[in-house]
């Protein structure tokens, strides 16, 4: 005799086979890891390993930016971490300050491009053009971490958000990784920061069979705006 089976329970089996948002404590966590080595990678020989404030930086305004910057990364490492512990009620007020920092990133990006501008930096290319890069990069930056702020009692969107919007960071510190594909190249750069949303889709699709709708426009927005 056949066993009629409800639909209904087909589908919660289906779902509950997902590995769904089990993982993700992991997942972002390890994500935060690799853009921070992404950074040190890229800034260790002029920045970090030259001692951050001992550094031989062209002005003030490039020290404070690779501060706030560099605080954005390890920020973004010790919030994945504080969420991974349990500790929700530290990474929420964490958040707050975090929301300044990046108030605070935004400016001192427009001034380290500007500083560059008037500085005529780099050498070999129109500086007007380059202003360009950073100038746009910080605008993606601005809109994804206010979405992301919005979005905070929506926690897969909003983790989602403040990743990809770090992802426009990353442009600045591959082109200064030591390999000659990328080296001074942020058109190429871009291309292989655009690994950390394919990552990030790729999980998703493992996750729950589905692009996370956050995922989806936010990775749109940022390649759109960059190209």
Known sequence: MATAVAPHSIGVKLASDLPGRRFDHVFFSAMA???LATV???FAPTYYLAGMFRAPLPSLIIHLHGAAFSAWIVLLVTQTSLVSAGRVDIHRRLGIAGFLLACLMVILGILAAT????????????PKA????P????????TLVFFAFRARSN?????RLILIATVALMIAAIARWPFSMVHRKPDIAALFSYIFLGILMAY?????RKLHRATVWASAFLILVEQ
């Open 40 to 42: 040190f990678v890229g």
């Open 130 to 133: 380059f202003f360009i890069i």
């Open 204 to 208: 998703d699709l493992w996750s729950t």
């Open 33 to 35: 890891l690799l853009m």
């Open 155 to 159: 926690p897969p969107a909003h983790k």
């Open 115 to 126: 500083d560059a501008l008037v500085r005529q930096f780099p050498p070999g290319r129109d």
């Open 135 to 142: 100038t746009t990069d910080m605008v993606i930056f601005a």
